[in-house]
Structures are given as C-alpha cells and as structure tokens.
C-alpha cells in the first residue's frame, strides 16, 4: 500500500524559510520522479516542483524558481523541498506525489502558513 507521510510545515514569517520532507513507502521510489503540489482551499492543487528519479534533473512552476529547491534521497525513499524567501502567497497545504504513478493514494500534506 502506497503512503506518503509529508511533514515540516508550519508557521513562518514572510522572507522566512522551511525544508518539507517526505518520506514514501508501498512502491519502488527510486524508479518515479517525484512532485510537490500546493493547493489552498476552493483551489484546485498546482504543481510546484518535480525532480527526476537521480535527483539530477529538476523543474520548477514560475512562482517559486529561485526560491525552492526540490531533491530526493532515495536511499532514505524521500523528498525535500527547501523553501527560501516566502511569501504569503505561498501559504498552501503541500502534498508529494509520484509522478506517473496516477493511482497512488495522497498523503495528508503538511500545512504551510506565512504571515506578513
């Protein structure tokens, strides 16, 4: 059974900085890319970053180039998205998910809040 547990969210201030971390079990990790998405209520979820299955090949939504960093650890079958810079704007609960692996369940997300 697929999880993914997310964590590291929390309360930050604006131009603060978070690590998300997620950590994957119930399918071969190493061999998926992995997503991070955000979605805030009423919205529908949006991808923010993705990273190839060696951690070499990384993609990012125009919203947070230069500010996040997304990489993997696949000895440890996880995921981290630095956060650098944030803004308000990027108050979202944030989910991982692998790529191409349409049916694996979501985990819960980690809830991220910047206050101004």
């Known amino acids: 059974q697929v999880q993914l547990v997310e964590s590291g969210g929390g309360l930050v201030h604006s131009g603060g900085s978070l690590t998300l971390s997620c950590v994957a079990s119930?399918?071969?990790?190493?061999?998926?890319?992995m997503k991070w998405y955000r979605q805030t209520p009423g919205e529908e979820r949006q991808q923010v970053a993705r990273?190839?299955?060696?951690?070499?090949?990384?993609e990012y939504a125009e919203f947070v180039k230069g500010r996040f960093t997304i990489s993997r650890d696949n000895a440890k079958n996880t995921t981290y998205l630095q956060m650098n810079n944030l803004d308000v704007e990027d108050s979202a609960v944030y989910f991982c998910?692998?790529?191409?692996?349409?049916?694996?369940?979501w985990g819960r997300g980690t809830q991220v809040i910047v206050s101004s």
């Open positions: 119930g399918f071969t990790f190493s061999v998926y890319p």
């Open positions: 990273v190839g299955v060696n951690g070499h090949s990384t």
């Open positions: 998910h692998p790529d191409w692996f349409i049916s694996a369940q």
